[in-house]
């Protein structure tokens, strides 16, 4: 029984040990852009139909360095063009497609690799498009920028007049994204402000003053980027913090097992300990005489545990397209932990008996 208990343990206390080192390779991972000091407000009246004048009103702050305005937000790009037909192609491909204006790569700080971005007057770049690397590897042609490419048949072709890298547009459980960045000046929802380092409140004060100028009869909203790609690995958050529960719940049941079976047997053997204690052995010596057992019933749970929570973990680790690996060092921890708490547990059951006095202990026997 106290085998199958410190088997549980031993896959619980492994599984909370990967899931930790995966969210926090996550939360630590490179999106290709910048998050931190960005912020985002939704475009509501005036930001929307006066927006070169609170775009200016903005970069008049010393808190505020850069703004830009996007349909979707970098980390969260959903919108799809389906069905573009390339040369060379069967069937139809997809591509990601965000509307995003002059101001938008240089806020993120996403560089262009090749070309430019697109200028302030929206109608010159109304029929011209900005691709990133993932775009250009399965559209296939090399120096594609500068060129003139057809989407559809019936369609007149749009102009390529620059490159991105690819970046992180969905969550790590996705591969990086085809995308294709273009001008719908209907389409913009957000605007996106890069704050001078360190100043991201100062500049989220600014804005809540400009917005009261500018969207009076709406309420203030403006979040910082880092927030919205924190919110999309809550679930993977609430996992972690269950495993950490579910351990230590199993920790406590295999601790009381083991409790009840050592006083048992220390009971059986109080003959045994006085007679030792007279002879002059320490508690560290008692304490090696009974933990052996123990020793080996967890190394027996161990090489049960250890297949059965790897297959489990690696499952889960196949659902983020960037993940970790599974490492020996992962099972040496968990087995040091769970041998830990066995010795502490057996110290102070024998530290208990070794407290009453040989005389007491054998008059007893």
């Not at 000091?37 to 005036?46: Q, R, T, W």
């Not at 009261?212 to 972690?240: I, M, T």
């Not at 499952?315 to 992962?330: C, V």
């Not at 708490?341 to 407290?355: C, D, E, F, G, K």
């Amino acid at each position: 029984m106290v085998v199958v208990q410190f088997a549980i343990s031993t896959i619980l206390i492994f599984s909370a040990v990967i899931i930790y080192r995966q969210i926090s390779f996550i939360s630590e991972k490179d999106l290709g852009y910048q998050t931190e000091d960005i912020l985002y407000l939704p475009i509501e009246d005036k930001i929307g139909t006066n927006y070169e004048s609170f775009r200016n009103e903005l970069l008049a702050s010393p808190y505020i360095e850069d703004a830009g305005r996007c349909s979707q937000l970098p980390c969260r790009i959903s919108w799809i063009m389906r069905g573009i037909e390339l040369e060379g192609q069967d069937e139809g491909v997809a591509f990601g497609v965000a509307s995003v204006d002059y101001g938008f790569f240089s806020t993120i700080k996403l560089p262009l690799l090749e070309g430019r971005a697109f200028s302030k007057n929206s109608e010159k770049d109304s029929a011209s498009v900005i691709f990133n690397e993932e775009s250009i590897k399965m559209i296939g042609k090399e120096n594609l920028v500068g060129q003139n490419l057809s989407f559809y048949d019936d369609e007149p072709p749009v102009k390529v007049i620059g490159r991105v890298p690819s970046f992180h547009s969905q969550p790590l459980s996705n591969e990086m994204e085809p995308l294709v960045f273009l001008i719908w000046e209907d389409s913009y929802n957000y605007v996106v402000v890069r704050a001078a380092p360190g100043m991201a409140m100062e500049a989220k004060e600014h804005i809540e003053t400009l917005w009261q100028q500018y969207a009076p009869g709406f309420p203030f909203y403006c979040n910082y980027l880092e927030n919205f790609v924190d919110r999309l690995y809550r679930d993977e958050e609430k996992v972690s913090k269950l495993a950490g529960i579910l351990t230590i719940l199993a920790l406590f049941i295999s601790g009381l097992g083991l409790i009840g079976l050592t006083a048992f047997i220390i009971e059986q053997k109080y003959k045994e300990i006085g007679l030792r204690k007279i002879f002059g052995s320490s508690i560290y010596q008692l304490q090696y005489l009974l933990s052996l057992k123990y020793i080996r019933w967890i190394i027996v749970a161990t090489i049960i545990a250890t297949p059965i929570a790897w297959y489990w973990m690696d499952n889960w680790l196949n659902n983020f397209a960037y993940r970790i690996n599974i490492r020996f060092l992962d099972f040496l921890l968990t087995s040091v932990i769970t041998i830990i708490v066995a010795l502490l547990i057996t110290y102070l059951q024998v530290l208990r008996a070794s407290l009453m006095k040989p005389v007491d202990v054998l008059k007893y026997e």
